[in-house]
């Protein structure tokens, strides 16, 4: 008889339980209980999100710190009855507790393979993106650029893997908001800066602009080399360099000029630039003389008219020629 009247409190408490969430994501939360309850891993067949099974976690989150508070006074109005605060049941609450908690376990477990993996934000070629992060914080993207960082980011960590050039405006915070990109490490804790890192290039070059406050900016192996760059200023590092660069004054209006569909190239190589034109204006170029690769060139577009005019502008100062192909261009001595 007792255990048939647990078994009805617990379907009871359960019940109460589901009904809690918002009715959009009841449906997928008993989803996840239930086949959890089947002691399977997460298995190909369903098709929950990453995102799905962290939005449930975050609310499971909130609902247990919610019912691990005392309870509100109960206060009466009657002159008969003490106005004494009556507090509910304890065994109710630890039972709503204990299922909050269970809930956490088992969305955990059975979304352990989805929260794992990194969510991503890529920015199309030919494209800028934007993203708002968790904590605030906002990213712009350039053509071809892409981050991924953890489904709990800013519960754990401000950790972002950038491959390609993006700008940040973090939001201030506990934890240090730091950009990995080949092998170096920004770190912050509230301001706006630009990172330049692709690992496609020639020297793996990471380049860091900051348009407000400091940053701290430091091989990954090497943090004791760190350099701290200030307001506009600018710093860089390859991999095969020992300590960034000595923060150097540069405009910020024209290092950040992508963001207004502008072009600056200041001493880059000649295939770096090709590259930056094939991510800007999604078409293929193909330098045929490798010799030009490394030779280095400063150009300033405050609006260019389409990527022909540029490399046609190219090829005149450096003596090359092209032609257009079916996909692109060639360009050639």
């Known amino acids: 008889m007792s255990d048939t009247s647990e078994n009805n409190n617990d379907t009871s408490d359960r019940r109460d339980f589901f009904l809690q969430f918002s009715p959009d994501r009841r449906d ?5 209980w239930d086949l959890a309850g089947q002691a399977e891993p997460q298995s190909p067949g369903t098709d929950l999100t990453g995102d799905e099974v962290e939005e449930a976690l975050s609310e499971v989150q909130q609902r247990i710190g919610e019912s ?7 206060v009466s109005t009657d002159k008969n009855h003490s106005t004494n605060r009556e507090p509910s049941s304890s065994s109710s609450a630890s039972s709503q507790w204990r299922l909050w908690l269970a809930a956490a376990v088992v969305l955990l477990v059975f979304g352990a393979g989805l929260l794992l993996t990194p969510k991503t934000v890529t920015a199309p070629r030919g494209e800028i993106a934007s993203v708002t992060l968790p904590d605030g914080s906002t990213v712009e993207l350039n053509s071809g650029s892409q981050i991924s960082y953890s489904h709990f980011f800013s519960y754990t960590n401000r950790t972002i893997d950038l491959e390609g050039e993006a700008f940040f405006s973090v939001s201030e915070g506990e934890d240090p908001f730091i950009v990995r990109g080949n092998k170096a490490i920004v770190r912050v804790t509230g301001t706006e800066f630009n990172v330049r890192s692709w690992s496609e290039e020639l020297l793996q070059e990471t380049e860091v602009t900051v348009a407000e406050g400091t940053v701290d900016f430091y091989p990954a192996e090497l943090p004791e080399q760190s350099v701290t760059v200030g307001q506009g200023e600018l710093s860089r590092w390859a991999v095969k360099m020992e300590q960034p660069t000595a923060p150097e004054t540069v405009s ?10 502008k072009l600056m190239f200041n001493e880059k190589p000649l295939l770096v ?3 930056e034109l094939e991510r800007r204006f999604d078409v293929n170029i193909q330098l045929y ?6 030779e280095t060139l400063t150009a300033f577009y405050a ?3 389409n990527v022909e005019s540029v490399i046609k502008d190219i090829c005149r100062v450096k003596g090359l020629r092209y032609a257009e192909t079916a996909n692109g261009y060639s360009v050639y001595k």
Not at 28 to 32: D, F, M
Not at 252 to 261: N, P, T, Y
């Open 68 to 74: 691990r508070q005392p309870p509100s006074p109960s």
């Open 28 to 32: 997928r939360i008993k989803e996840i």
């Open 273 to 275: 630039i090709f590259q």
């Open 252 to 261: 910020i209006d024209k290092m950040l000029g992508w963001r207004q569909q």
């Open 289 to 294: 003389d490798t010799t030009m690769a490394s």
């Open 303 to 305: 609006r260019p008219e």
